[in-house]
Nanobody, 126 residues
Framework: QVQVAESGGGLVQPGGSLRLSCVASGRTFRYDTMGWFRQAPGKEREFVAT???????YYAESVKGRFTISRDKATNTIYLQMNSLKPEDTAVYYC????????????????????WGQGTQVTVSS
């Protein structure tokens, strides 16, 4: 049974930091492409960041320079370090993994990801 589990969300003040973690289990292989998406209240889910084991990290313009995605290459585990958080970063953050390696033009397309977590809430507020 495939399971994807996020952790690390919470309430933080503007300018603060949080680190999200995601562990995927149940597959017999290590994912090449894993990433983060988020959904704010009343908005559609959007791409945040993706890492490919085969090479390449990709970020949404809105988080570039503030968020860093990383992974434990020995396992299906990824992290999202979020610094200089803003109220507009408030959202449910989802971890996603693609069974197949995604080409660069596809990494931002959530339809290309097969396995999803339940999400973790991040609230940025004073």
């Amino acid at each position: 049974q495939v399971q994807v589990a996020e952790s690390g969300g919470g309430l933080v003040q503007p300018g603060g930091s949080l680190r999200l973690s995601c562990v995927a289990s149940g597959r017999t292989f290590r994912y090449d492409t894993m990433g983060w998406f988020r959904q704010a209240p009343g908005k559609e889910r959007e791409f945040v960041a993706t890492d490919r084991r085969s090479g390449g990290t990709y970020y949404a313009e809105s988080v570039k320079g503030r968020f860093t995605i990383s992974r434990d290459k020995a396992t299906n585990t990824i992290y999202l370090q979020m610094n200089s958080l803003k109220p507009e970063d408030t959202a449910v953050y989802y971890c996603a993994a693609a069974v197949n390696r995604l080409i660069t033009s596809a990494v931002r397309d959530q339809r290309r990801y097969n396995d999803w977590g339940q999400g973790t809430q991040v609230t940025v507020s004073s």
